[in-house]
C-alpha cells in the first residue's frame, strides 16, 4: 500500500511541475509571437503612412521623358590652360 500511494504522490507531483513548465514555455512563445506579429504591424503602417518632407511620383508626363532623351549625355568637353601668377 505504501508503494501505491508514493508512486501516486510522485507521479502527481511531476505532472503538476509539468503542467506548470508548459504553461510557462506556451504563455512565453506566444508572447514571442504577438510581439513579432506587432513588429510587423508597426513596420506594415509605417511604410504606408506618408513621411513628411518626401516627394511621391506617381506619373512622369511624356513630354519630360522625350526631352530628357533628347539631352546629351556626359557633357561637353571644354578645353583649358593653367594660368600662372
Given amino acids: 500500500m505504501g508503494f501505491i500511494f508514493k508512486f501516486l504522490l510522485i ?3 511531476l505532472s503538476w511541475i509539468f503542467s506548470k513548465l508548459l504553461q510557462f514555455f ?28 518626401t516627394i511621391n511620383v506617381d506619373h512622369i508626363p511624356q513630354e519630360y521623358q ?5 539631352e546629351i549625355r556626359g ?3 571644354i578645353d583649358y590652360e593653367e594660368v600662372k601668377e
Fill in 11 to 13: 507521479a502527481i507531483a
Fill in 26 to 53: 506556451l504563455k512565453s512563445k506566444l508572447k514571442q509571437f504577438v510581439d513579432h506579429a506587432n513588429n510587423l504591424k508597426r513596420e506594415e503602417d509605417f511604410r504606408k503612412k506618408p513621411q513628411k518632407d
Fill in 66 to 70: 522625350e526631352k530628357k532623351s533628347k
Fill in 75 to 77: 557633357g561637353d568637353y
